[in-house]
């Protein structure tokens, strides 16, 4: 069986995205994987899956599966990969294309300059719907983690985000936080671990470790997550700029209840086919 493929980034982060609109394709942990490995298959950050519609008032379905082969919820690089792919593809003509995700429908935006702006909606604090577990909801929690105590703010964009504020991003301790707060009790379905520093009140730097891929060059929730957590905290406006390893995305928030907005680029690499 020969499978074909593209593969996209949105800002080095990076997919390969397949076409199950047709024909069904059966991605098991096992292939994900395979297809993900950067020797011995295509290599990728995430492997993104598109198919027909399930919910009302939609045209597609959007899923993800991560490196190490589990199925998330919503990816914010991919979602404007995904975008991109299905207008490139012929598979519509919109400029809108509203997409259903096991988080829920989102909207995507086709701009000008390989830009898409993707509706995110609104963000979630409750901790049993992050999930976290805690007593109640507060704009920050203390993690016990190594012998030491962090404090983050924990945010729902669809996947679970911890958000931890730093002085100084170049020397954060991610390669040896990030793993222990991942894979943290206190997150049942582990979670995407952001180290964030505020540059000024209309910019920030990230840097994220990503639940099932590790270090990314760029994470879209994990940008929503930090700007929306500086925000509730007061250290930004409410449009941002976000600077991750590989570039800026635009991140527009007003006020819980309302929705994230995420502006930035998605391109296609290259297309193939790898037999399986």
Excluded at 23 to 42: E, K, T
Aim: glycine share 10%.
């Amino acid at each position: 069986m020969r499978l074909a493929f593209s593969k996209m980034q949105g800002l080095g982060n990076d997919f390969v995205v397949l076409d199950a609109t047709a024909h069904p394709i059966a991605i098991d942990p096992a292939l994900a994987r395979r297809l993900a490995d950067r020797r011995f298959g295509i290599g990728c950050d995430q492997i993104l899956l598109v198919e027909p519609p399930r919910l009302p008032d939609t045209e597609f379905y959007y899923r993800i599966f991560n490196a190490d082969g589990s199925e998330v919820e919503q990816c914010g690089n991919g979602a404007r990969c995904f975008a991109r792919f299905v207008r490139d593809r012929g598979l519509t003509d919109h400029d809108e294309i509203p997409v259903g995700t096991a988080a829920g429908p989102i909207r995507l935006y086709l701009e000008d300059a390989d830009q898409v702006r993707v509706d995110m909606g609104a963000p979630e604090f409750r901790p049993e719907r992050i999930p976290f577990l805690a007593d109640r909801q507060a704009l920050t929690y203390d993690l016990a983690v190594a012998g030491e105590s962090l404090v983050i703010g924990a945010v729902s964009m669809g996947n679970p985000h911890a958000v931890i504020l730093v002085e100084d991003l170049d020397t954060a301790p991610l390669a040896r936080i990030g793993p222990l707060v991942e894979a943290h009790p206190r997150f049942p379905q582990r979670v995407n671990v952001g180290f964030m520093q505020i540059l000024a009140r209309d910019h920030l730097r990230l840097r994220v470790y990503e639940r099932g891929a590790g270090e990314t060059l760029a994470c879209g929730t994990g940008a929503c997550a930090a700007m929306v957590h500086a925000r509730r905290c007061d250290l930004v406006d409410s449009r941002v700029r976000v600077s991750l390893p590989g570039g800026d995305l635009l991140i527009a928030w007003n006020a819980p209840g309302e929705p994230v907005w995420m502006t930035g680029p998605a391109v296609q690499v290259f297309e193939g086919e790898i037999a399986l």
